[in-house]
C-alpha cells in the first residue's frame, strides 16, 4: 500500500519561509510525477507545483512563481516544497500527490494526509 507523509507545516509570520517534506513508501513512485496541492475549508483544492519524475521539468501557479521551488529526492523517496516570502493567502493544508503531468487533482492517483500552513500578516 502507497503511503505519502507531509511534514514541515506550522505557523509563520508573513514574509517567513518554510519547507514542507513528502516521504512516500509501500511502493516506489520514482516513474510518477509528484506535486503539492492545497485547500481550505469550503473551497477546492488548489494546484501549487509539480515536477517530472526526473525532476528536470516543474511547474508553479502564478500566484507561487519565484517564491517557492519544489524538489525531490528519488534515492530518499522524497519531495519537498521550499516556501520563502510566505504570504497570509498562502494559508491552506498542504497536500503531497504523485500521479500523471497536470494541474488537475484527476491527475493524481495517491496523496497523503495534508499539512496545515498557516501564514499570520
Known amino acids: 500500500q502507497v503511503q505519502l507523509v507531509e511534514s514541515g507545516g506550522g505557523l509563520v509570520q508573513a514574509g517567513g519561509s518554510l519547507r514542507l517534506s513528502c516521504v512516500t513508501s509501500?511502493?516506489?513512485?520514482?516513474?510518477?510525477?509528484m506535486a503539492w496541492f492545497r485547500q481550505n475549508p469550503g473551497k477546492e483544492r488548489e494546484f501549487v507545483s509539480c515536477?517530472?519524475?526526473?525532476?528536470?521539468?516543474?511547474e508553479y501557479v502564478d500566484s507561487v512563481n519565484g517564491r517557492f521551488t519544489i524538489s525531490r529526492d528519488n534515492d530518499k523517496n522524497m519531495l519537498y516544497l521550499q516556501m520563502n516570502n510566505l504570504k497570509p493567502e498562502d494559508t491552506a493544508v498542504y497536500y503531497c500527490?504523485?500521479?500523471?503531468?497536470?494541474?488537475?487533482?484527476?491527475?493524481?492517483?495517491?496523496w497523503g494526509q495534508g499539512t496545515q500552513v498557516t501564514v499570520s500578516s
Open positions: 515536477i517530472t519524475s526526473s525532476g528536470a521539468s516543474v
Open positions: 500527490t504523485a500521479g500523471l503531468w497536470g494541474r488537475r487533482v484527476a491527475d493524481y492517483e495517491y
Open positions: 509501500g511502493r516506489t513512485l520514482n516513474t510518477y510525477t
